[in-house]
């Protein structure tokens, strides 16, 4: 039976110096794939997220949620999966800010203090988010849109991140449509070996 070190034996042992290991020391032993993979994830979630922010930006809309970040990182992990395709992350989105706004509506949730006013959820939110979600789990695969990245943003709109008047909600799907833009190139842009 193995033993596990007590925080007093962890104090009492000699440790060296803290080396950090060198890039070199890193991929050694890697192949050229995983070598690809390693600097081709980050680097695609950064371009995305840079992308998205600064058309956000200088269109002073919210483009860039919190909801995105999730499906930017299926996007660099998985091209070409199921729930990193066009169709599922565009209609996975719109579904779960369909959703979050019905369940909204059919529980009288939106009159209830938001997440950001009442630095705690109220329960009518809490209810609005649990039927939202329910909802969404039933609808994205009828519609064969299955993106669970997507639950974040039916959670931001029944919380109250985000109001679906105005242009926010344009706006939001106007960032979603980039990714999922960027979803169908990636797919092909991605080096053979690394997949």
């Not at 949620?65 to 719109?94: C, E, M």
């Not at 926010?168 to 169908?184: C, D, K, Q, S, Y």
Request: net charge positive.
């Amino acid at each position: 039976m193995p033993t596990y070190p007590t925080p007093a034996t962890l104090r009492a042992t000699p440790r060296g110096a803290l080396k950090l290991p060198t890039f070199a020391d890193l991929v050694r032993g890697y192949s050229l794939a995983r070598v690809v993979d390693a600097i081709w994830t980050p680097a695609v979630c950064a371009v995305l997220v840079a992308l998205v922010g600064a058309i956000g930006f200088w269109m002073h809309q919210p483009w860039l949620f919190a909801g995105l970040g999730p499906s930017i990182l299926i996007v660099a992990t998985n091209p070409g999966h199921d729930t990193a395709r066009f169709r599922s992350i565009v209609v996975g989105h719109l579904v779960a800010i369909g959703c979050a706004y019905l369940a909204l509506l059919l529980l009288n949730a939106t009159s209830a203090p938001s997440l950001l006013a009442a630095a705690t959820m109220s329960m009518p939110r809490v209810w609005a988010s649990t039927g939202a979600l329910a909802m969404l789990v039933v609808v994205q695969p009828q519609l064969r849109a299955y993106h669970p990245p997507a639950a974040a943003t039916a959670l931001l709109v029944t919380s109250g991140a985000y109001r679906m008047t105005g242009k926010t909600p344009l706006a939001l799907m106007a960032g979603v449509l980039v990714i999922g833009i960027a979803a169908e190139l990636l797919q092909h842009a991605r080096p053979k070996h690394a997949r």
